[in-house]
């Protein structure tokens, strides 16, 4: 994992009148060895304004002009960490954007980032950014634009499980750290066997295999496939 840039990220924010608001955020970004990028923005608390979340358009656009415009966009994986409060645990979503090429004020490097979606990723007590994404990266440098989150769960200490599928196959990431989590790639059966092998974490009357099985075959059916 390399290290491209880590620290305060200065954006400006287009206005109506035409004229831009300068804000900033921090960012992590790494390359992995397959050749994915992956960002991470965090609010900076000291500054009042936007939140990451209002301007991460803005902010991918400006960070892929300065720091990525070499890359592909779609081998590009956006995340937004937000720190706990005394109203929450920290969590890292998943941003999925779309993208087009031309060139304007906003891109001119030709590529805009659009029409952002958030998909929670894990949650935890604490998250160390640069910890995050080096502990993480087998799942981070898999994911791409294609990624879907198929399944759900929630088990007895209140820990969620999320099972993620691409093209080549599933992950699954565990917000509880009593889990056994496989650190590849996995076909259906090795999830169903990964979620059984945990099955002491779930209520005993949930077969969560099962669960799964049903979420993936409902996937398929709603696909038409």
């Not at 891109?107 to 980032?113: D, L, N, Q, R």
């Not at 990964?194 to 075959?217: P, V, W, Y």
């Amino acid at each position: 994992m390399e290290t491209i840039y880590s620290g305060i990220f200065q954006y400006n924010i287009p206005g109506r009148s035409g004229k831009s608001s300068a804000s900033r955020c921090f960012i992590n970004i790494v390359k992995y060895d397959n050749g994915a990028c992956c960002v991470m923005m965090i609010d900076d608390k000291r500054v009042k304004g936007v939140s990451v979340t209002m301007a991460c358009s803005y902010i991918a656009t400006q960070v892929y002009k300065k720091f990525l415009s070499t890359a592909l966009p779609d081998k590009i994986i956006w995340l937004e960490h937000s720190p706990s409060n005394r109203m929450h645990n920290a969590h890292v979503d998943l941003i999925q954007f779309q993208h087009i090429d031309y060139k304007t004020d906003i891109a001119p490097t030709g590529v805009e980032f659009l029409n952002p979606q958030w998909k929670r990723f894990i949650g935890s007590k604490k998250i160390v950014p640069d910890k995050f994404l080096e502990t993480y990266e087998y799942v981070l440098k898999k994911l791409s634009k294609s990624t879907m989150m198929i399944f759900t769960a929630e088990d007895k200490n209140s820990y969620h499980w999320r099972v993620w599928a691409n093209d080549e196959g599933f992950f699954i990431v565990s917000e509880n750290p009593s889990a056994v989590i496989p650190s590849r790639l996995l076909h259906a059966q090795n999830v169903v066997m990964a979620l059984q092998e945990n099955r002491r974490l779930f209520d005993s009357e949930k077969d969560i295999g099962e669960q799964f099985t049903a979420a993936l075959m409902k996937g398929f059916l709603d696909k038409g496939l």
